[in-house]
């Protein structure tokens, strides 16, 4: 924990019945305050990303250029837009009244909701606990941040900058692992935002039950790659490799698995390792920009899934690094120990199947996973996967690129999440809509 953190001492109820007198001074509903409070944590990642960047690269040995591009400049990137839109998104938007209320108005109006919880994870730390942050404080909330434990580093940086920067009844920063967190969960929050796995998004509902809290949880699972006969493999296996390799497979969104025919397996996985290589040379653990695995654990959980297949390309690892190859498994069945987990890790299996009847009915008869991805030239290809499967979102010929839009909602579906965020979805996930009629006495 760092020193920041640790002089604090305050007891989460005691955070929490402070941050909750901030807003209830009402200051937090101005527009001005809330601007305010997103231009302060734009001047953070602007003023001080070499430190944040420093430690995502201690944490997961992120790239310079990957920090900069997946978490700071896309949170800056997310409040600019947010900047630019907020007073209009927050105008009363009218209604029209049935003709038995003719002479009133009706409009919906977006109340703050009060003190937010974000609980966020190690994967892209800064992102995905300041992206949900911005939106809070959008809406006019105060927040209690709490960093993964598990990006030591990240966690303590955060801890350390974010009060030069918001003072603390606009956010507090709790840091902390199990222990802090479900002490934290005990109190009553007005929304909590969860990003992580579902079996903690289970423990984080159930607390949030017990006060009637709404949550939106982020989670994760299987994003399926459908690949069509016929398509130009090279350009969708570069596009393939460069979405799955990021952060060293460890982003909720990565392609998990590739679905394709017999017939087109083979060319395709010769791609693969051909992109990889293109990425990051033949030797990805002296290539600058492929990082790490966070730690021991998850080294060994993803090293017992190599066997899964034949390798096409990967495969070597060192724990004293926590490095694993770039890795491309072929011949993978349904059943294989990598198909049964979210892989969270540079492993990517190919699979065959028998074409798209048997493609979506794989999709199908799992959790609905968080993305699906398709490359096809065929629009009775995409119409079908758009119709017949449930996902979070869906990435037409590109992975991962989807979360970049600010104007499309971010979030998952079944098990793979509640909710969403992002742009204006932010603004509706952190408000309440609240109904207002207005009918003249006279
Ligand atoms: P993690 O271990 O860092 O946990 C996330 C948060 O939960 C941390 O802040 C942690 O302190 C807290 N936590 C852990 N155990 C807890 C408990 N028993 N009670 C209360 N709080 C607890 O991260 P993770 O879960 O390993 O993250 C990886 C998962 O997150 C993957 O499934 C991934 O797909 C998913 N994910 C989803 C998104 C998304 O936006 N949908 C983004 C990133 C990651």
Redesign the pocket.
């Known amino acids: 924990m760092s020193p920041a953190a640790t002089r604090t001492a305050e007891s989460p109820a005691d955070v929490v019945t402070r941050l909750r007198a901030a807003f209830r001074t009402g200051h937090t509903r101005d527009l001005a305050w809330r601007e305010d409070r997103l231009s302060r944590l734009r001047a953070l990642l602007t003023e001080r990303g070499d430190e944040l960047a420093e430690a995502l690269h201690a944490d997961l040995g992120k790239s310079r250029k990957e920090a900069y591009r997946t978490e700071i400049d896309f949170t800056v990137r997310e409040i600019d837009h947010t900047l630019q839109h907020l007073a209009q998104w927050l105008r009363p938007e009218p209604a029209p009244v049935p003709a038995v209320l003719a002479g009133a108005t009706a409009s919906t109006v977006r109340d703050p909701l009060g003190v937010v919880l974000v609980?966020?994870?190690?994967?892209?730390?800064v992102q995905?606990l300041l992206a949900p942050v911005a939106g809070a404080l959008a809406a006019g909330n105060t927040v209690v941040a709490?960093?993964?434990?598990?990006?030591p580093a990240t966690s303590a940086v955060i801890a350390r900058l974010l009060p030069e920067y918001l003072d603390r009844d606009t956010v507090t920063v709790v840091e902390?692992?199990?222990p802090?967190?479900?002490a934290?969960?005990a109190e009553r929050f007005d929304h909590i935002f969860?990003?992580?796995?579902?079996?903690?998004?289970r423990?984080?509902m159930a607390?949030a039950a017990r006060h009637l809290t709404p949550v939106t949880?982020?989670?994760?699972?299987k994003s399926p790659v459908f690949v069509d006969r016929g398509t130009d493999l090279k350009t969708v296996a570069a596009r393939l490799a460069a979405g799955k390799f990021l952060n060293a497979g460890?982003?909720?969104?990565?392609p998990d698995y590739v679905l394709t025919d017999p017939e087109t397996a083979p060319a395709l996985e010769g791609a693969l390792a051909e992109a990889v290589e293109a990425l990051f040379g033949a030797d990805a653990s002296a290539h600058p920009e492929y990082g790490r695995i966070?730690n021991e654990r998850?080294f060994d959980r993803l090293v017992a899934l190599l066997g899964s297949g034949r390798t096409v390309t990967g495969g070597a690892h060192d724990r004293g690094t926590k490095y694993i190859a770039p890795t491309v498994l072929a011949d993978v069945t349904p059943d294989a120990p990598v198909m049964r987990e979210?892989i969270?890790g540079p492993v990517l299996p190919v699979l065959t199947v028998d074409g798209l009847d048997e493609a979506i009915a794989f999709v199908n008869e799992r959790d609905k996973p968080?993305a699906l991805y398709a490359f096809t030239e065929d629009p009775a290809v995409r119409e079908r996967l758009l119709t017949e499967t449930s996902s979070?979102g869906v990435g037409m010929g590109l992975p991962l690129a989807h979360?970049t839009v600010s104007d499309l909602p971010?979030?998952?579906v079944g098990e793979?999440?509640m909710g969403s965020y992002h742009g204006r979805y932010s603004l509706d996930t952190f408000s309440h809509r609240k109904a207002v009629l207005d009918t003249p006495l006279g």
């Open positions: 609980i966020a994870p190690w994967n892209y730390p995905l709490k960093p993964s434990e598990l990006a902390g692992g199990v802090e967190t479900t934290l969960l969860y990003t992580g796995n579902g079996t903690v998004g423990i984080v607390a949880l982020e989670l994760g699972g460890q982003t909720c969104v990565a966070v998850h979210e969270f968080l979070g979360l971010f979030g998952g793979s999440g």
